[in-house]
């Protein structure tokens, strides 16, 4: 039985794949189209697409999954759920409809007249991560201002944006990973230096990874209602109780969420019912080798800082795997922090965070190389 996570070759998605081999399982990362050629009867696809980088859908290939169900390919984050996860306006109704806690939202976009909106507020994209344009209202003043540079977003035409009240003071929230209706990580998070959003890419920090029996109840219903398999649920805490912010379908995370004697890896396989056929002491499963901490690290060639143009490599997940080869398209981040914006083999674009299995080339160099 193969266990596909179709998607990018993300940090997450490689990390996952290299410890479930670890147990034994012939876990691969997969694109889309991989996954239609290699899958089939009794195999398992885990669909992690993620949002675009220019935040206006989810990366191609979703279209392909409903024929790998109809194979006979046991499909979890099935597109409708996963859909549900990354929209934040659909996140938002269904939260509603379950009757669980979630901010006031409205949406808006071109030509639409705005509702009376409450202060502060946030304005973001329908499909958005990794915090980027998000932004945070004060004022009616603020929120025009704000507007008119939303307006010149590529986002803005095809989806509008969401409108929703702040809750709380911001720089805090709680981030949980549900896995089959069960929970298998989570961390309290606070914002960076003189920031109030509490992503990592953005300096944001995790704290304790410890959440408590009342936001793991709020996360598993919420991952109920939504529809997912195997997301994160962001949670707020509020003077009213706790609020469930959002979902994300290929949330990224790493063993700081670990929460006490859990294994996180081990933990998502048995709530999603995968057998964990156990490997003798020292056996690797047939990796080609084990990814490293997850921590951020400034990606360098020849001693410089990687630019546009360079190349990202990732070496097979397994023996006899093909490596996947991408071209940074922009730099995002501080150093140390940095993640990527690349184009694929196949020709779709990603955000990509690099681990210690992507090596950075600079095509001149190597040609300069062959020339001497």
Not at 103 to 122: K, M, N, Q, R
Request: net charge negative; aromatic share 4%.
């Amino acid at each position: 039985m193969i266990v596909a996570l179709v998607g990018s070759p993300t940090r997450t998605n490689l990390s996952l794949a290299f410890a479930w081999r670890r147990l034994g399982v012939d876990a691969r990362v997969l694109w889309p189209q991989e996954g239609s050629s290699l899958l089939g009867p009794g195999d398992v696809a885990i669909t992690r697409l993620d949002v675009l980088p220019t935040l206006d859908g989810l990366e191609p290939g979703i279209e392909l999954v409903p024929e790998l169900a109809e194979r006979g390919v046991r499909v979890l984050n099935t597109p409708e759920a996963l859909l549900a996860a990354h929209d934040k306006l659909l996140t938002a109704e269904r939260l509603a409809h379950a009757g669980l806690p979630t901010p006031w939202t409205e949406h808006i976009g071109p030509g639409v007249e705005l509702p009376a909106l409450p202060f502060p507020c946030v304005v973001k994209p329908r499909f958005g991560s990794w915090g980027q344009d998000v932004l945070r209202c004060r004022s009616p003043e603020e929120l025009r201002r704000v507007l008119a540079w939303v307006s010149t977003r590529p986002w803005w035409e095809r989806h509008g944006a969401l409108v929703q009240e702040l809750v709380g003071t911001g720089g805090h929230d709680i981030r949980i990973v549900v896995a089959g209706g069960r929970v298998v990580a989570g961390a309290h998070r606070t914002a960076g230096p003189d920031e109030w959003r509490t992503n990592v890419t953005l300096g944001g920090m995790v704290l304790s990874a410890d959440v408590s029996a009342e936001e793991q109840l709020l996360a598993r219903r919420a991952a109920v209602a939504v529809g997912t398999d195997l997301a994160s649920v962001d949670l707020l805490p509020s003077s009213a109780g706790l609020v469930v912010l959002e979902l994300n379908g290929a949330v990224d995370f790493d063993r700081k969420y670990d929460l006490p004697g859990i294994d996180p890896y081990r933990a998502i396989l048995q709530a999603l019912d995968i057998p964990v056929p156990e490997v003798p002491q020292g056996a690797d499963g047939g990796i080609a080798r084990e990814n490293g901490e997850e921590e951020a690290m400034t990606r360098t060639v020849a001693g410089k800082p990687a630019r546009a143009g360079d190349e990202i490599s990732i070496t097979g997940h397994a023996v006899g795997d093909a490596p996947k080869t991408a071209v940074i398209l922009e730099v995002l981040g501080d150093p140390g922090r940095e993640r990527f914006r690349v184009r694929w083999e196949d020709g779709h674009e990603s955000i990509f965070f690099p681990g210690e299995d992507a090596v950075v080339s600079r095509p001149a160099a190597r040609a300069k190389s062959r020339a001497t």
